[in-house]
């Protein structure tokens, strides 16, 4: 959606959409926004609660069915397992993503990893598709002013122009752009905990070529996890840059993260948006 500074400021119920990579800020803003009449619409937490939320809770019990003393209780129907997904805790999606590697160390086999890699590419295209029924919900069942979008790093990473076009139709899409420095500490803050990420398969696939021969590795479970997130990490990150700028270019206005940090209030954040605007 492009707008002029006046067409937002007029615009009753504002919806925008927040792009970018993981760790820019996204969820921070969006929680402080939940505090001033923006319903806060998160696209992990929507994949964990509606699209993922079986597959979730088979991993779970397949873990607790290895286990003698809860595999007989699970079986008797004696505990049942649930998901206690939240928009600040998600978890339980990172942890059904896994790791690749060996199985010793947590780590999953390439097939596993790919069917689980794939199920999340499905569902977050879904999710992002539902946001303009979110944005009609937040109005009519929970009355909410405004609509805030907290997508997920990977949506540069769908694909799908029918997805981006009904974001760009219904909502303000805002990138936030990392600045050289952020891009730094960023990196070295998922070097500092490896977390388990989505990949494009034919990114996995060049990128897990590399590293096994420069390991000098001859199969998938003989690699160390949180090792191979470590060194693929940095490379998806700037994988993923021209792809968030071919988007902002087409749909989206641009902000930094050194302009959202300094944001503390929604009326700071509306002339952020706007200063985007005229820009």
Known sequence: MRLSVEQ?????????TLLGMSGVGKTRLSAMLRN??????????????????????DNLKQQVMQIPFLRDLLSSDSIYIRN?????NLKPVSSFLGKLG????????????????ALHHHAEIAAMRDVPDFIRKAQTIYGYN???NDAGGSVCELDDDETLQTLAKHTVIIYIQATEQDEKALIAR????????????????????????EQALSYVAQIEPDD??????????????????????????????TDLAQVQTEQEFLALIEQALER
């Open 8 to 16: 937002f400021r007029c615009w009753e119920h504002k919806s925008i």
């Open 84 to 88: 206690n997904l939240s928009v600040d």
């Open 102 to 117: 060996n199985p010793e160390l947590g780590g999953l086999a390439l097939p596993e990893f790919k069917r689980r890699q």
């Open 36 to 57: 001033s009449s923006w319903f806060h619409y998160s696209g992990d937490y929507r994949i964990g609660t509606r699209y993922l939320d079986e597959p979730i809770l």
């Open 146 to 148: 405004h609509f805030i």
């Open 228 to 257: 191979f997130v470590r060194w693929i990490f940095s490379r998806l990150f700037y994988s993923r840059i021209p792809r968030y700028q071919a988007i902002a270019e087409q749909y989206a206005y641009t902000i930094t993260t």
């Open 190 to 213: 998922a070097e500092r905990a490896p977390k388990p990420l989505y990949y494009r398969e034919a990114f996995l696939d060049e990128q897990l070529a590399i590293y096994m021969e």
